[in-house]
């Protein structure tokens, strides 16, 4: 049972920057697409981006597209969101997730 742990969630303005880390506990996610996902309070959960196996294939929603980055990092068992030009709508609980695993979530709140 693979654990995923996200971190780096808080509360920022409008327009700021905040970089999100995933963190999981075997290096079989290394071999895993992984996908980070958002949920705002009411909403249903919405794909945010993802990332092939070998750091290629990378894919963002349009609402995020030009603003964010997915990266990872193997060797480290490691997957990171950098989301700028932060808007409110950006609010929420972020989630990693990869196969049928998925986080506990970090909060995000823009203001």
């Known amino acids: 049972h693979v654990q995923l742990v996200e971190s780096g969630g808080g509360s920022v303005q409008a327009g700021g920057s905040l970089r999100l880390s995933c963190s999981a506990s075997?290096?079989?996610?290394?071999?895993?697409?992984m996908a980070w996902f958002r949920q705002a309070p009411g909403k249903d959960l919405e794909w945010v981006a993802r990332?092939?196996?070998?750091?290629?294939?990378?894919e963002y929603a349009p609402a995020v597209r030009g603003r964010t980055t997915i990266d990872r990092d193997n060797a480290k068992m490691m997957v990171y969101l950098q989301m700028d030009v932060l808007k409110p709508e950006d609010s929420g609980v972020y989630y990693c997730?990869?196969?049928?695993?998925r986080g506990q979530g970090t909060q995000v709140t823009v203001s």
């Open positions: 075997e290096l079989t996610v290394s071999r895993r697409c």
């Open positions: 990332i092939g196996p070998a750091g290629l294939g990378k």
């Open positions: 997730k990869g196969g049928p695993f």
